[in-house]
């Protein structure tokens, strides 16, 4: 059976299935789930994220990861973490221009968490065997300062949504139609804080973005160190059906082929910054425009068309498509958390 069908026959069997129980499944089942079996990124596959799109994001980041080590005093021993690794090339950028800061990868300890078994295949061509792997931050050893870094992770989190109709908030809920068809429908709602708004808005609530910021707030907390968010998302109150999936680059119905599109919503920065401040943490966002050119992506784009100027056309298109407001310049947000007492690169006065 197909996992639509088998999704089909439980909804049959057992009812409707939350949003967020829909995304698990269509992202995770061990049979047919999308980063389970067949994660496609790049051009070839089903969306780009912004390492593959240039070289100089992932180098902006290794930039920023080492110059936040020399401002937490250099420690001799630091554990750098990236979440959602993807294909390796972030790390592999990141390691090549971090070693601008003399004795910084000497002192990294480097790891990947990562969930899907084809990625980590991916990411061991492109690394070697040089990084270690976990299945979640929590098997990342404690006991020294943490670097973190993750793109385009947040958006990978499940999410709930509630509806808000004449008579109140109802759930929104993946059920069957009259001919046994995966369908939305609504369901009673559970007794949450809900926020005033008009009818048929939309919000959304996902536990698991919130506890992400609540383990990334205690680990800074406890052992020192930050951790650098990039996604797509909000950075205040907001209603909207963000659910999306993606399928050789274009918009899919989000039901019509479970585990072969990718499944994500808009990161939640509000509750993951609020959850990781209620551990103890600081939390500041900027735009990935704001960030990229705090970090000097102007005068890098510069640097590589005097090295390469058969490339300028390619390099400012790469620019554009990174920073634009129209791209991914304001949509995508730079979330730092971090430690108390200091303030890591780029986000002084955010």
């Keep these: 059976m197909s996992l639509r069908d088998r999704l089909a026959a439980e909804i049959a069997a057992g009812g409707p299935m939350t949003v967020a129980q829909f995304m698990a499944r269509c992202l995770h089942d061990p049979q047919e789930g999308y980063y389970a079996t067949r994660p496609g990124l790049g051009e070839a596959g089903d969306f780009l994220t912004a390492p593959l799109v240039s070289q100089?994001?992932?180098?902006?980041?290794?930039?920023?990861?080492?110059?936040?080590?020399?401002?937490?005093?250099?420690?001799?021993?630091?554990?750098?973490?990236?979440?959602?690794?993807?294909?390796?090339?972030?790390?592999?950028d990141l390691l090549r221009a971090a070693r601008v800061a003399p004795g910084f990868?000497?002192?990294?300890?480097?790891?990947?968490v990562e969930v899907s078994g084809p990625l980590q295949a991916r990411q061991r061509q492109v690394l070697g065997d040089t990084v270690r792997w976990a299945g979640a931050l929590a098997e990342v050893p404690a006991g020294a300062p943490l670097i973190l870094v993750a793109n385009e992770l947040l958006d990978c989190l499940p999410a709930r949504q509630f509806v808000r109709t004449a008579t109140g908030w109802a759930e929104q809920v993946v059920g069957l139609d009259a001919q046994g068809r995966l369908a939305f429908g609504l369901a009673a709602a559970p007794v949450l804080p809900f926020p005033d708004a008009p009818e048929r808005a939309v919000w959304e609530q996902s536990a698991a973005q919130a506890a992400l910021g609540?383990?990334?707030?205690?680990?800074?907390?406890?052992?020192?160190?930050?951790?650098?968010?990039?996604?797509?998302?909000?950075?205040?109150?907001g209603f909207g059906d963000t659910l999306?999936?993606?399928?050789?680059?274009?918009?899919?119905?989000?039901?019509?082929c479970p585990g072969e599109a990718d499944l994500t919503?808009?990161?939640?920065?509000?509750?993951?910054?609020?959850?990781?401040?209620?551990?103890?943490?600081?939390a500041a966002i900027l735009t990935q425009a704001e960030f990229l050119a705090r970090m000097g992506i102007g005068e890098r784009a510069e640097a590589?068309?005097?090295?390469?100027?058969?490339?300028?056309?390619?390099?400012?298109?790469?620019?554009?498509?990174?920073?634009?407001?129209?791209q991914m310049g304001e949509l995508f947000k730079a979330c730092v958390i971090h430690s108390p007492?200091?303030?890591?690169?780029?986000?002084?006065d955010a």
Aim: glycine share 12%; with cysteine; proline share 6%.
């Design 214 to 237: 609540h383990e990334i707030g205690r680990r800074v907390v406890d052992d020192g160190g930050a951790a650098l968010l990039i996604d797509y998302g909000r950075d205040g109150p």
């Design 56 to 92: 100089m994001f992932g180098e902006l980041v290794g930039v920023w990861a080492a110059a936040a080590w020399q401002m937490m005093g250099a420690p001799a021993r630091v554990r750098l973490v990236e979440m959602g690794p993807g294909d390796g090339t972030l790390m592999s």
């Design 244 to 256: 999306q999936a993606l399928r050789r680059h274009r918009k899919v119905d989000p039901l019509d």
């Design 304 to 326: 590589l068309v005097r090295a390469r100027p058969a490339k300028s056309a390619a390099v400012g298109r790469q620019l554009h498509r990174l920073v634009g407001a129209d």
């Design 265 to 282: 919503v808009h990161a939640d920065f509000p509750a993951v910054m609020a959850a990781a401040a209620a551990e103890g943490a600081q």
């Design 105 to 112: 990868l000497a002192a990294c300890e480097v790891w990947l």
């Design 341 to 348: 007492g200091w303030t890591p690169p780029a986000f002084e």
